[in-house]
């Protein structure tokens, strides 16, 4: 029976999160979670009136993440995870308080709920973070053509990488490996997708089986 082992994807709206996990997936027999973009009946309202819909945008989300992280527990071998609930709380969340579109009751009701959440699941045994340019992200966020992405303020973008920069330089609950995907394009340049195979290697060396697709 292989290792379990746990990889999380982490990074910001446009960082090539997905794209990381659909290599990652073709590369090694471990089994994927995505995050619930799709399935949050809140999110087109909150792009369209973020203080209406933070509150609940957010929950959704850090419940859900709790039932994936539960899964992802319960799953034999390797998984791997595009985004977490730590930036779900400690990111997105936050960003949202600070800017005062969660208020200070519903923001006590979401931080006792996600501390009660960490007391309940395992930490990733790798994180993976990818950071790149504020320019390279809006270029991927207009690209993609998410229609509900495509009026995100720059100001939130530059917010949530400040956040993003703090939370990686204090992560202290396992192994972190950081890509830079500006530089990076592991979609389609094989001298980079051998360099992130060797890296991941060089931090599970035991746990990650080559597919055989």
Known sequence: MSQQKFIAIAGNIGAGKSTLLQFLTRTYDISPFYEPNDANPYLPDFYKDMRRWAFQSQLFFLSNKFRIHQEADRTPGVVIQDRTIFEDAEIFATALHRMRKIDQRDWQTYWSF?????????????????HCSMRTLRRRIRLRGRQMEQDIPLSYLKRLQGLYDQWIENYSLGEILVLDTGKLDFASDL????????????????ALKRSQY
């Open 114 to 130: 996600y501390q009660t959440i960490l007391g309940a699941i395992r930490p990733p045994d790798l994180m993976i973070y990818l």
């Open 191 to 206: 001298v980079d997708r051998q360099d992130v195979r060797e890296r991941v290697e060089a931090v599970l060396p035991s």
